[in-house]
């Protein structure tokens, strides 16, 4: 791919960006309901990225002659759940977390 057809697609993707972020911006100021689906469907594309991208580089760590396969797996599981963890402790201190930063 040329430099010059790779900038032209970004650009188009950059406008094609801006303008979800209208049409979300004006769907969710038009009724309260309809930003709760927005937030659900960003979160779920975020989801989806993360873990297509994430769990296929989990697989082809090889461990060394004196490691435990059974070792990696334990400290991959521990990020993951350790990171689904602070989510939902975000997710349930989130009025304190505004009170206490003013937001």
Do not use: C
């Not at 396969?69 to 304190?96: K, S």
């Amino acid at each position: 791919m040329s430099v010059k057809l790779a900038v032209f697609y970004n650009m188009v993707s950059s406008v094609i960006s801006f303008i979800g972020m209208i049409i979300g911006v004006i769907l969710g100021q038009s009724h309260n309901e309809t930003g709760l689906w927005i937030f659900a469907l960003a979160a779920g594309g975020f989801l989806y990225i993360a873990l297509v991208d994430l769990l296929p580089e989990l697989r082809p760590v090889e461990a060394r002659k004196d490691e435990s396969p059974l070792w990696h797996l334990v400290l991959q599981n521990f990020g993951l759940l350790t990171g689904a963890g602070i989510m939902v402790l975000i997710a349930y201190y989130e009025e304190d977390i505004k009170a206490t930063i003013r937001f």
